[in-house]
């Protein structure tokens, strides 16, 4: 079994320095990172009807928010934003950056094998639990142009992928934890929301 954390930085990540500024950079923007127990998060998302200009600024806001936050997976409805569309960058620190985009994720075979990572989710925060999922699975999407593509996938990205499909479904990965692991969680996030006001 391996553990690793996901949904944050690798441990001991650094921030990942901002790129030289310039106006398509200043463009761009980190949004809010919406964080349990915001209801928004609960809702399925919409699918992409047509990758247009508005979807390929979100895709630069997401990328931009999750560097930031840092985290190395993202879901567009996790800033606000109920449409099927998922950021990854699982490179590590010593290696070049590895931006990954899937519109309209669907998972459409899982292995029987199951493997388990440790993971967490930016809305979420500080939180890791070992969850297990199926090792491999084939997830169909859109690319950036537009066009359908189907991969196989392994490993940390397995997991991430199918994490942050879970999120395009309104499903959290504390939902595949023991009921009393997630109610633990959901009340201590909803104290804190309060406490916030
Ligand atoms: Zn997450």
């Given at each position: 079994m391996r553990r690793v954390r996901i949904g944050?930085?690798?441990?001991?990540f650094p921030r990942i320095d901002r790129l030289p500024a310039s106006a398509y950079i200043a463009a761009m923007a980190v949004r809010e990172i919406l964080i349990l127990?915001?209801?928004?998060?609960r809702k399925a998302s919409e699918p992409v009807k047509k990758v247009d200009a508005g979807i390929r600024k979100l895709i630069e806001d997401m990328f931009e928010t999750m560097y930031d936050a840092p985290g190395i997976g993202l879901a567009a409805v996790q800033i606000g934003?109920?449409?099927?569309v998922v950021t990854l960058d699982l490179a590590k620190k010593e290696e070049p950056k590895n931006p990954q985009v899937f519109i309209n994720?669907?998972?459409?075979w899982c292995s029987d094998e199951q493997s388990i990572y440790e993971e967490g989710c930016l809305s979420i925060p500080e939180t890791y639990s070992e969850v297990e999922r199926p090792a491999r699975v084939k997830v169909k999407y859109l690319d950036t142009d537009g066009t359908p593509r189907e991969i196989e996938v392994a490993g940390l990205l397995s997991t991430c992928l199918q994490h942050e499909v879970d999120h395009t479904n309104?499903?959290?990965?504390?939902?595949?934890?023991s009921r009393l692991k997630r109610d633990r969680i959901v009340k201590k996030f909803t104290k804190a929301a309060k406490r916030a006001g």
């Open positions: 944050h930085s690798w441990p001991g127990p915001d209801k928004r998060l934003t109920p449409k099927r994720p669907e998972v459409v309104g499903v959290l990965f504390i939902d595949h934890l």
